[in-house]
């Protein structure tokens, strides 16, 4: 199929929309930034008013750090406008991209208003965060449908490589292909086709293990700073780790898409992982102080500037709700190992331990691998998928798959139910098949994966 994108729409301007807008402006897509009308102003009014909203996006985008502007003069070639007096602008557009606010009838009566004005052939797509996409077509007709998909960008969505493309049942196959290969070449993306499942792959594991990670420093009595001690960059993780992490997505965007999660995933244990009464506990409380993160300036960690000017960075008494000064947490394992310059080796002999550190390592990846086994099929067919949403859009060094054939599958299985985690059934009737890991690898270099629906090793890209 032959298939370009010269213009795009870009409705909503928000911190997605103005980055999606930069995103394609920089590649040289001509670029339409639509908003909702300043409140207060009338047709006719001057459009510098009117225009309010997408104008305040293109001033984020100049000052915004890092930049998402590839040339300081593409936030000048972005043409705005708002959705009452300039929706007929998008009718030239080849893809029309939905980045508003994740409410369903919002979105719904958004694709309606596109459905009249787009030209047969355009692309239209949405970038819920997790809402279903099915559902959000739904009221549509069947042409609309055929050329209708998720395309999840992940924040800042210049810089971050993953794009998560949910084709829904009647999505074209044709059009999602020429789109993948546009994303991969053009925008640079690292796709992941996902199913249209809750919150689809990226954060339904950004949920669940954050959820595990704050409910096991509660239950377990570490500190905020020994738990990101314990999950940065010792395991191949970004230095933002767990809770600083959740501090820039923001307490309240965070606790928000678990609330979202836990009606849509009924039929998963792990939803018992949002019902933690402490956890759930400290969220509210953090909500009522209006600690939401980075953005209210505290929040599990807060800046405390000194007398000398010097900025510390204290973090929360999860217990006493106090900020404490920096304390570096000291573990013998982690003194032990920490310089082991293989990220699959290092965790390997961290997992093996006996100290707090262990303790905790051991349970948050018995739960994460073994959880990350039973999402297939339901999540993705591949495991590189899941792998690969891990590494694109949470720059893990490494994703479940591979950290679990770093430790060993048959080793460490038994451990992993010992723990209460046990794996999905495909896993042992893979040992049982004499694959012992989920990559083949023949000098060491990566020549296949497991797959658990063809019962054999893939080529890599081959397909489930
Ligand atoms: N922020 C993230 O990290 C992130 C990451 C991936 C996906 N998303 C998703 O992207 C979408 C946008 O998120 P965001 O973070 O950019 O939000 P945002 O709040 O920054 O921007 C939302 C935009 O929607 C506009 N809007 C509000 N009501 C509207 C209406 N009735 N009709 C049309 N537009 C309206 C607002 O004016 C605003 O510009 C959401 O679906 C969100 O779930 C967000």
């Keep these: 199929m032959t298939w370009t994108i010269r213009k795009a729409a870009v409705i909503g301007s928000g911190t997605m929309g103005g980055g999606i807008a930069a995103l394609l402006t920089g590649v040289g897509i001509e670029t339409v930034l639509l908003d909702i009308p300043a409140q207060g102003t009338q047709p006719g009014d001057p459009p510098r008013q009117r225009n309010a909203v997408a104008l305040a996006g293109i001033e984020r985008l100049r000052t915004a750090s890092p930049t998402p502007l590839f040339d300081p003069a593409d936030a000048d070639k972005i043409q705005i406008g708002n959705l009452e007096d300039d929706l007929a602008q998008v009718a030239d557009c080849d893809w029309i991209i939905e980045v508003v606010v994740e409410r369903l009838e919002v979105k719904q009566s958004l694709?309606?208003?596109?459905?009249?004005v787009a030209q047969p052939d355009a692309l239209i797509s949405t970038n819920t965060s997790g809402l279903p996409i099915a559902q959000i077509a739904a009221?549509?007709?069947?042409?609309?449908?055929?050329?209708?998909?998720g395309t999840h960008f992940f924040n800042p969505p210049r810089y971050?490589?993953?794009?998560?493309v949910i084709p829904g049942a009647e999505t074209d196959p044709d059009l999602v292909r020429a789109f993948v290969d546009f994303a991969e070449t053009t925008l640079g993306k690292g796709v992941v086709l996902c199913k249209d499942t809750p919150n689809f792959i990226g954060n339904r594991f950004l949920t669940l293990i954050g959820m595990q990670t704050v409910n096991a420093a509660l239950d377990g009595g570490y500190t905020v700073e020994e738990i990101d001690a314990l999950t940065g960059t010792l395991i191949g993780r970004p230095r933002s780790a767990s809770f600083r992490l959740l501090d820039i997505i923001g307490i309240d965007v965070f606790y928000q898409i678990a609330r979202n999660l836990h009606p849509a995933i009924s039929h998963d244990p792990a939803r018992a992982l949002l019902e933690h009464p402490a956890a759930n506990a400290l969220f509210e409380r953090m909500l009522e102080k209006g600690w939401l993160g980075s953005k209210s300036g505290q929040?599990?960690?807060?800046?405390?500037?000194?007398?000398?000017?010097?900025?510390a960075f204290w973090s929360l008494d999860l217990n006493t709700f106090d900020y404490l000064p920096p304390r570096k947490p000291t573990f013998d394992s982690a003194a032990r190992y920490g310089q082991i310059a293989d990220t699959g080796a290092r965790i390997k002999a961290l997992f093996g331990e006996n100290d707090r550190?262990?303790?905790?390592?051991?349970?948050?990846?018995?739960?994460?691998?073994?959880?990350?086994?039973?999402r297939i099929p339901e999540?993705?067919?591949?495991?590189?998928?899941?792998?690969?949403?891990?590494?694109?859009?949470?720059?893990?060094?490494?994703?479940?798959?591979?950290?679990?054939?770093?430790?060993?599958v048959a080793e460490s299985l038994p451990q992993f139910e010992a723990l209460g985690f046990p794996a999905a059934d495909w896993v042992s009737a893979m040992l049982d098949q004499g694959c012992a890991s989920f990559y083949q690898r023949e000098n060491g270099q990566v020549i296949g994966v497991y797959s658990p629906q063809v019962r054999a090793y893939r080529p890599i890209g081959g397909g489930s």
């Design 379 to 408: 999540i993705a067919d591949s495991l590189v998928s899941i792998d690969n949403a891990q590494k694109w859009g949470f720059s893990h060094e490494l994703g479940p798959f591979e950290i679990w054939d770093a430790l060993g």
């Design 357 to 374: 550190a262990a303790d905790f390592l051991r349970r948050h990846l018995a739960f994460y691998l073994a959880y990350a086994s039973q």
């Design 111 to 116: 694709m309606s208003r596109l459905a009249a």
């Design 299 to 311: 929040g599990f960690y807060k800046t405390v500037k000194h007398d000398a000017g010097e900025r």
């Design 139 to 149: 009221h549509l007709d069947a042409d609309f449908r055929r050329r209708f998909m």
């Design 160 to 164: 971050l490589r993953l794009l998560e």
